[in-house]
T-cell receptor
Framework: GDSVTQMEGPVTLSEEAFLTINCTYT??????LFWYVQYPGEGLQLLLK?????DKGSNKGFEATYRKETTSFHLEKGSVQVSDSAVYFC????????????FGTGTKLQVIP | KAGVTQTPRYLIKTRGQQVTLSCSPI?????VSWYQQTPGQGLQFLFE???????NKGNFPGRFSGRQFSNSRSEMNVSTLELGDSALYLC?????????????FGEGSRLTVL
């Protein structure tokens, strides 16, 4: 079945450091890929998405590129801020999945001043 | 516009009881899906409803059930509660439930089973 593997946390970075959170997936066909973020005390919200190979999703300075050859969708940000502290979830939805989204286990990011 | 609303936010039950959780989607959204979030398993898909019909179901026992009403509001029910059912139950809505749509999540209902 479908699965998503992302790097375990917690990840602790200093403000303005470069961030990479690795994500790889297993799925049949051509799934859509997502990064969701969960800020403390809030529900999950979509950060960015990519729906086909070589697409780059971007939002709030975060980027991720859909790499079919390596089945990866790594999240990057050039300069993190304290306000980026949250749990980040990589996710996929197989074609025709009717919101049966498969999530990774989440990576907690803590940014210190 | 109002977001996804889940009630109750917190509840405590004992083993063997049953529980019903409610979800009101964003106005105009017709797809509602449910997820269970636990520290060990992460987020796991329970089921999805559209126009009062269940279109997709995850790998959960029959004790977990749901329904959707004509106004798109949804409920999920867990019968004969077990300790392992303690979790955060998240509801998400989207316009039609198609694969590329963004899911809008509620803040969840945290269930503790004693």
């Amino acid at each position: 079945g479908d699965s998503v593997t992302q790097m375990e946390g917690p990840v602790t970075l200093s403000e303005e450091a470069f961030l990479t959170i690795n994500c790889t997936y297993t799925a049949t066909g051509y799934p859509s890929l997502f990064w969701y973020v969960q800020y403390p005390g809030e529900g999950l919200q979509l950060l960015l998405k990519a729906t086909k190979a070589d697409d780059k999703g971007s939002n709030k300075g975060f980027e991720a590129t859909y790499r079919k050859e390596t089945t990866s969708f790594h999240l990057e940000k050039g300069s993190v801020q304290v306000s980026d502290s949250a749990v980040y979830f990589c996710a996929l939805e197989a074609t025709g999945g009717y919101q049966k989204v498969t999530f990774g286990t989440g990576t907690k990011l803590q940014v210190i001043p | 516009k109002a977001g996804v609303t889940q009630t109750p936010r917190y509840l405590i039950k004992t083993r063997g009881q049953q529980v019903t959780l409610s979800c009101s989607p964003i106005s105009g959204h017709r797809s509602v899906s449910w997820y269970q979030q636990t520290p060990g398993q992460g987020l796991q898909f329970l089921f999805e409803y559209f126009s009062e019909t269940q279109r997709n179901k995850g790998n959960f026992p029959g004790r977990f059930s749901g329904r959707q009403f004509s106004n798109s509001r949804s409920e999920m029910n867990v019968s004969t509660l077990e300790l392992g059912d303690s979790a955060l139950y998240l509801c998400a809505s989207s316009l039609t439930g198609q694969g590329t749509e963004e899911l809008f999540f509620g803040e969840g209902s945290r269930l503790t089973v004693l």
